[in-house]
């Protein structure tokens, strides 16, 4: 019994992860989750994490063809 949902569940399951992962969601997310990042590193006192964490995040965005849309 089981098995059998688990195959009658798994395509749906996996339609809905290809929804999710879709390019327009990750670049969509992508931004969302930088920006939150990025405000919350130049929010803070430290300046460290100014040098370390931007420039990944910059790199990530060019790499993943997620532009700042701010």
Same mark, same amino acid.
């Given at each position: 019994m089981n098995d059998f949902l688990l195959k009658m569940m798994l395509p749906v399951v996996m339609q809905i992860i290809?929804?999710? #992962?879709s390019e327009d969601n990750i670049r969509k997310y992508g931004d969302q #989750?930088?920006?939150f990042i990025e405000d919350? $590193?130049? %929010? %803070?006192k430290t300046t460290i994490d !100014?040098?370390? $964490?931007?420039? $990944?995040?910059e790199a990530?965005?060019?790499?993943?063809?997620i532009? !700042?849309?701010d």
């Open positions: 290809e929804q999710l #992962l #989750l930088f920006d919350a $590193v130049t %929010s %803070s !100014d040098a370390t $964490v931007l420039p $990944v995040i990530l965005r060019k790499g993943l063809g532009p !700042d849309n």
